[in-house]
């Protein structure tokens, strides 16, 4: 079972919480035995590995700026209650402060299990929930920008990916070609391209079958894309 489910994840296009539930049979198949196992000691991976490392970079980012704020921690406690249930949600977490809270585990080690064990459209989409928890109480600041762009690097995110990630989530002049992952002298043609390019990547139909939760982050993404797109087809007034 859970190979299957973990086949199926690894050739759909997801978000950060929606890649954790394709993990779905690792899961069943370990509650089922009553199994939680330490995952900073195992090479295997796991529906729990990917969960309690998500965690963690949560954390960082949480804490990079010094101040822990209530709407932040609300936020990823929503999200995997969301996700997984109460029950499966308050498990993670518990195993999270026992384990992995205080065992010195780094932003680069997390980084480079995450690129040995996934798609790079899957850190993309961690990335962007990375992204959401540190404006969950209203402002990114300069130091979780710093730990963004350090954790980027680690999963090896690109340049250009990650200017259109962050371009999503903190306004900036040119805002909308730097989401499109274009400059703002490039041709009609090109940003017609890179629009098109996006809107295939990032399509909610490639995680309709994920459930309402993954379908309506794959939305909030792609509203922001097509509003990109526009704000630069009235500027220039092409169709």
Do not use: C
């Not at 350090?150 to 306004?171: H, L, N, Q, T």
């Not at 490639?206 to 509203?223: H, W, Y």
Request: charged residues 25%; without cysteine; hydrophobic residues 45%.
């Amino acid at each position: 079972m859970r190979w299957l489910f973990a086949f199926i994840g690894y050739m759909i296009f997801r978000f950060p919480g929606a890649l954790l539930g394709f993990f779905l049979g690792s899961i069943l198949e370990a509650g089922s035995r009553g199994q939680i196992r330490s995952t900073i000691q195992t090479n295997n991976v796991s529906a729990q590995e990917f969960e309690l490392r998500l965690l963690a970079l949560a954390s960082m980012v949480i804490k990079a700026d010094g101040k822990t704020t209530q709407s932040e921690l609300d936020y990823v406690r929503i999200q995997f209650v969301q996700f997984f249930g109460k029950a499966r949600a308050n498990e993670i977490f518990r195993v999270y402060n026992t384990e992995v809270k205080n065992s010195g585990i780094s932003a680069q080690e997390i980084g480079q299990f995450l690129v040995g064990r996934t798609r790079y459209e899957v850190r993309l989409q961690m990335l962007d929930f990375l992204f959401r928890i540190a404006k969950a109480d209203g402002n990114v600041s300069v130091t979780e920008l710093h730990k963004l762009q350090e954790i980027a690097g680690y999963m090896r995110i690109s340049a250009p990916d990650y200017a259109s990630i962050k371009a999503m989530f903190v306004a900036q002049t040119d805002g909308a070609y730097t989401i499109l992952e274009v400059s703002k002298s490039a041709s009609d043609a090109e940003i017609k391209k890179a629009y098109r390019a996006l809107v295939k990547k990032h399509h909610p139909d490639k995680v309709r079958n994920l459930g309402q939760a993954a379908e309506q982050a794959a939305k909030m993404k792609f509203q922001r894309i097509q509003e990109a797109y526009e704000s630069i087809k009235n500027e220039r007034g092409f169709s």
